[in-house]
């Protein structure tokens, strides 16, 4: 888990991501299906729920749902792999992978097909893997069920003296903050201008990935700058 050491780029990283999903998921409970795309438990429910009414359609759509979000998670663990937080891993990949399923999401959700909602599904199972990966899966940041029970654990060890944890107590209550006003942003979007609402959440990560790979690149030169001699 990162401490309190952590730079800012990390606060305002964990902003944008929760942004994204926070949008992406408004727009997908607003949506044709009205379907959870930025966590699973909702979406197992419907699966098990649907398939024992013997509504097979809903059903499948569910697991297609739950298939794609698993496989963006598959994905972002081949890529990323280590499990520290460190300049140099290849966030900027998974972020421009998540960046251009959102961008196809938005194409295929303008046609009317099914396989716009998988592919922004499978954009969250991307991020949220990424995250979990550097954060030894105590983060998230495409669903707030772990970070409001840790929020109130904390409160509830304030209430008696217990020593709390004021770090994860901060970038938690950023991370929130960060999802709710990106379900703000996802449905009055929504309303205005339909699908095409995932542009933003499209535009945030890959500006997210690009952002991200230039810094890598430039503290790399500036450490071989530095090594060679004067």
């Given amino acids: ?12 990283g964990g902003l944008i991501l929760t942004l994204a999903a926070g949008a992406i998921n408004a727009v997908g409970f607003l949506g044709q299906h009205h379907q959870a795309l930025s966590h699973m438990s909702g979406t197992v429910t419907v699966l098990g729920m ?22 963006g998670c598959v994905i972002s663990g081949a890529i990323i792999r280590q499990t520290s937080l460190r300049l140099g891993r290849r966030y900027g990949v ?6 251009a399923a959102l961008f196809l999401a938005v194409y295929f959700l303008r046609q009317g097909t099914n396989t716009g909602d998988y ?13 979990s990966s550097y954060s030894s899966s105590t983060m998230r940041t495409t669903h707030m ?41 996802g449905a009055i979007g929504y309303k205005h201008f339909g699908y095409d609402t995932l542009l933003f959440p499209a535009m945030l990560s890959g500006i997210a990935g690009v952002g991200y790979t230039a810094v890598k ?7 071989l700058q530095a090594r060679l001699p004067a």
């Fill in 1 to 12: 888990m990162l401490r309190n050491a952590t730079p800012a780029w990390i606060y305002l």
């Fill in 145 to 185: 069920t772990g970070m409001v029970t840790d929020l109130g654990i904390a409160c509830g060890h304030f209430i008696r003296g217990a020593t709390v944890d004021w770090f994860r107590f901060r970038m938690y209550g950023v991370l929130f903050l960060g999802f709710f006003t990106g379900g703000v942003i």
């Fill in 94 to 99: 998974v972020l421009s992978l998540e960046s």
């Fill in 50 to 71: 649907e398939a024992a009414l013997a509504n097979y359609a809903v059903a499948l759509h569910a697991l297609a749902i739950l298939t794609a979000f698993f496989g």
């Fill in 119 to 131: 592919l922004a599904a499978m954009a969250c199972g991307l991020q949220n893997a990424m995250v």
């Fill in 217 to 223: 690149h430039y503290e790399h030169r500036r450490k």
